[in-house]
Antibody, heavy 128, light 108 residues
Framework: QLQLQESGPGLVKPSETLSLTCTVS??????????WGWIRQPPGKGLEWIGSIYYSGSTYYNPSLKSRVTISVDTSKNQFSLKLSSVTAADTAVYYCARHVAYYDSSGYRTCGYFDYWGQGTLVTVSS | DIQMTQSPSSLSASVGDRVTITCRASQGISNYLAWYQQKPGKVPKLLIY???TLQSGVPSRFSGSGSGTDFTLTISSLQPEDVATYYCQKYNSAPPFTFGPGTKVDIK
């Protein structure tokens, strides 16, 4: 059974960089069928996709966060990571990692679909 | 960017009722739409993808339909365990892979 587990600090100071890692077990992160993504949910609010990465390192980012986000992958450890810079209180949220099913669109271009497995989520609070 | 809206934002229904939630995209997205269920304090769970394909293990009382800009999620007979917030998500080709704002369902 595939499992994803987020890890990282639960408290980050304003203007600093939020760093989280997702460890995948029960399956290979190097599968050609999936991207691996990050989604966040501020307390009491809805879901926001942050970005996703393929095992080769190819990434998609949400344009609203792109200037502050870096997602990387370490296939040797079956992990992928999120860095979000210059955080403010608005970045306080539960951060989820998830498996993002890949597909080929009508132009033959590989892109991301739906999220079929999710981690348990980790609350990150931005506060001094 | 394509915007996703959902209606209603919340609803209250009786056990056994048929419940319908609507998701609308600001531009056509073919059938590149998924639905998720998030129970209070829990992780979102995939219910439906490709607008109408039921994810393995999801009860058959859940169904999805639609194409283009208008989509629906139907619960044929509402059960107490269906109390949750339901989100749609579009995934046609280009990012962002946006979620709708959610529809909160509870029992009357």
């Amino acid at each position: 059974q595939l499992q994803l587990q987020e890890s990282g600090p639960g408290l980050v100071k304003p203007s600093e960089t939020l760093s989280l890692t997702c460890t995948v077990s029960g399956g290979s992160i190097s599968s050609s069928s999936y991207y691996w993504g990050w989604i966040r949910q501020p307390p009491g609010k809805g879901l926001e996709w942050i970005g996703s990465i393929y095992y080769s390192g190819s990434t998609y980012y949400n344009p609203s966060l792109k200037s502050r986000v870096t997602i990387s992958v370490d296939t040797s450890k079956n992990q992928f990571s999120l860095k979000l810079s210059s955080v403010t209180a608005a970045d306080t949220a539960v951060y989820y990692c998830a498996r993002h099913v890949a597909y080929y669109d009508s132009s033959g271009y590989r892109t991301c679909g739906y999220f079929d497995y999710w981690g348990q989520g980790t609350l990150v609070t931005v506060s001094s | 960017d394509i915007q996703m809206t959902q209606s209603p934002s919340s609803l209250s229904a009786s056990v056994g009722d048929r419940v319908t939630i609507t998701c609308r995209a600001s531009q056509g997205i073919s059938n590149y739409l998924a639905w998720y269920q998030q129970k209070p304090g829990k992780v979102p769970k995939l219910l439906i993808y490709a607008a109408s394909t039921l994810q393995s293990g999801v009860p058959s009382r859940f169904s999805g339909s639609g194409s283009g800009t208008d989509f629906t999620l139907t619960i044929s007979s509402l059960q107490p365990e269906d109390v949750a917030t339901y989100y749609c998500q579009k995934y046609n080709s280009a990012p962002p892979f946006t979620f709708g704002p959610g529809t909160k369902v509870d029992i009357k």
